[in-house]
């Protein structure tokens, strides 16, 4: 059975203090990354688009062959590849600058 009136050791105290500002950092980390890909998922959702939309239009094969669910389909996949790219490229990117932040913390 728990004592909830001892207070925690001043060892206990410091570790959930690095745990909450990794927790916080580890949040960062992924904001800033679900940022980056959705700037990319736009602009490879744009880049597809224009291309996928016009040679529909223009080149006979493809008027044939891609229907709407399937131009629809091109670009919502390249728009999804590049957001989670980018964003996993993003997250490692940021968690390792940080990971080098700690270390100089802890020498210096």
């Known amino acids: 059975m728990a004592n909830s009136n001892v207070t925690g050791s001043p060892l206990e105290k410091t570790s959930l203090a690095s745990l909450d500002q990794r927790l916080a950092m580890a949040k960062r980390c992924s904001r800033e990354g679900v940022k980056a890909g959705a ?8 880049a597809t688009a224009i291309p996928t939309l016009a040679s529909a239009r223009m080149l006979p094969w493809a008027r044939a062959n891609l229907n709407h669910s399937a131009q629809a389909l091109i670009i919502s996949t390249v728009a999804g590849a590049a957001y989670f790219i980018v964003a996993d490229k993003t997250i490692l990117a940021t968690a390792r600058q940080n990971s080098f932040k700690q270390v100089s913390n802890i020498e210096g």
């Open 39 to 46: 700037k990319a998922a736009v602009l490879a959702g744009i």
